[in-house]
Nanobody, 126 residues
């Protein structure tokens, strides 16, 4: 059974940085398209960033471009999200997601992913 476990969340002041990690077990990590989503209170889950399973294709939502960097280490079965210049509007629970059958054109849609972590809270104070 595939399991995803996020870590690295916390409380940070605006302008600060955090690095989230997502450890994947029970599956074949290097065959999965990996993504980060987030959900703020009272809002729908939204796409943040995605990394292709082959090569180094990456795609970000506009509001985090140039501030966030998604990366993966296949040897460690781990996905990362480096978040810099954090803003209060980045406050949310951050989830990692995985799937081996994602079509790249649809990679920002949460319905495309079968496997999810439990989430890690990121709070940015102003």
């Amino acid at each position: 059974q595939v399991q995803l476990v996020e870590s690295g969340g916390g409380l940070v002041q605006a302008g600060g940085s955090l690095r989230l990690s997502c450890l994947v077990s029970g599956g074949t990590f290097d065959t999965y398209t990996m993504a980060w989503f987030r959900q703020a209170p009272g809002k729908e889950r939204e796409f943040v960033a995605v990394h292709s399973r082959f090569g180094s294709l990456r795609y970000y939502r506009d509001s985090v471009k140039d501030r966030f960097t998604i990366s993966r280490d296949n040897a460690k079965n781990t996905l990362y999200l480096q978040m810099n210049s954090l803003k209060p509007e980045d406050t949310a629970v951050y989830y990692c997601a995985a799937d081996g059958m994602v079509v790249w054109m649809s990679a920002s849609k949460y319905e495309e992913y079968d496997y999810w972590g439990q989430g890690t809270q990121v709070t940015v104070s102003s």
